[in-house]
């Protein structure tokens, strides 16, 4: 299952209604209100009150996960376009009649992991530097800004004109039930979905804040890009590789900038699993529906380990940033002027 946030075309008024949907194909989103609606008079399909948010949803996750997958298997697959619920409502729009947003708008909190080794050499090989032991003893992160998420289909502006500014190709996962002090071995059971996350930068600040040993902070969090979908883990369960603790998935990571494909890289490559970062997280603090934790920047990830602090080639407005991850979608972010 493929499950979004997204708002009706045209956008009309200052505080749209967020609508929860789900993907069919790349080009379709089911209405799951409306398909309800729809299903209940078509075949009798027995419905209850549905989650109105994502966060509703991750917070009713077990029981409403397994009502959703039986009413979408009740609908007759890309059919759903000819069809109306109550009111007449369609049950699916085609993906240009609706605007994408994160599909969890606001999370509960970011935590931002380091999780890819190759990533973490080359940032201290800038510096002359190798990894320090303790980068080895456990998974560190950082937290992000939550209230600057944004969606596939909202534009993102840096914060000055001047920006040295880099997006970062990652990966997140989305808590779906709580826990603490999760077993590594256990954390599995924790993750509601994953989806593509670009964690923007402002190299230029983030440059000043590492030099004073704190951050990154303030090069941050003016813009973090999630979506286009939070895919449950069933839909990539032909990508595992290994289990509990070392569960790894193969799936093929690419970012492209107008086009020109710039990053490779592929989620199996991880130091630290998801699982490992789940069981950190959680020591000594409950973990909630509704946290998203993140990947780390995959090995050449990013415009900064390509030289562009050498050659100036930071992102400029106007430019369109392309992330795929195999299995997850493609998020296409285009960079406009600072407001």
Not at 97 to 110: F, R, W
């Amino acid at each position: 299952m493929r499950l979004v946030s997204y708002l009706e075309l045209p956008v009309e008024t200052s505080a749209p209604k967020v609508k929860l949907g789900a993907l069919l194909g790349d080009d379709c989103v089911i209405d799951l209100a409306v398909a309800q609606t729809w299903a209940q008079g078509a075949c009798g399909f027995h419905a209850k009150p549905l989650p109105r948010t994502m966060l509703e949803l991750l917070r009713s996750w077990e029981d409403s996960i397994a009502h959703l997958r039986a009413l979408l298997n009740v609908l007759p697959g890309k059919e759903c376009l000819y069809l109306k619920g109550a009111r007449r409502q369609p049950v699916a729009r085609l993906r240009r009649e609706i605007l994408l947003i994160a599909p969890l708008p606001t999370p509960l909190t970011l935590r931002e992991f380091e999780g890819f080794e190759g990533h973490v050499r080359a940032m201290y090989g800038l510096r002359r530097r190798g990894i320090p032991e303790e980068w080895y003893e456990m998974p560190v992160f950082s937290y992000g800004n939550p209230f600057t998420v944004f969606g596939p289909d909202e534009v993102i502006s840096p914060p000055h004109r001047e920006a040295s500014l880099d997006y970062e190709l990652q990966v997140a996962c989305v808590i779906g039930k709580q826990g603490r002090d999760i077993p590594p071995e256990e954390a599995e059971q924790y993750i509601a979905g994953y989806m593509i996350l670009n964690n923007w930068a402002t190299r230029d600040i983030q440059r000043l804040e590492m030099r004073l040993g704190i951050g990154p902070a303030k090069g941050k969090d003016f813009a973090t890009t999630l979506g286009p979908a939070i895919v449950t883990p069933d839909e990539l369960a032909d990508r595992r590789i290994g289990e509990g603790a070392d569960l790894r998935y193969d799936l093929a990571m690419v970012a492209r900038v107008n086009g020109v494909e710039r990053s490779t890289g592929n989620l199996r490559d991880i130091h630290w699993t998801f699982a490992r970062m789940i069981a950190h997280a959680s020591q000594g603090v409950m973990l909630h529906p509704g946290e998203v934790i993140a990947s780390g920047t995959v090995e050449g990830g990013s415009l900064l380990e390509q030289g562009a602090g050498e050659k100036g080639e930071w992102l400029r407005p106007g430019d369109r940033v392309e992330m795929e991850v195999e299995g997850l979608g493609k998020l296409d972010t285009r960079i406009v002027e600072p407001a």
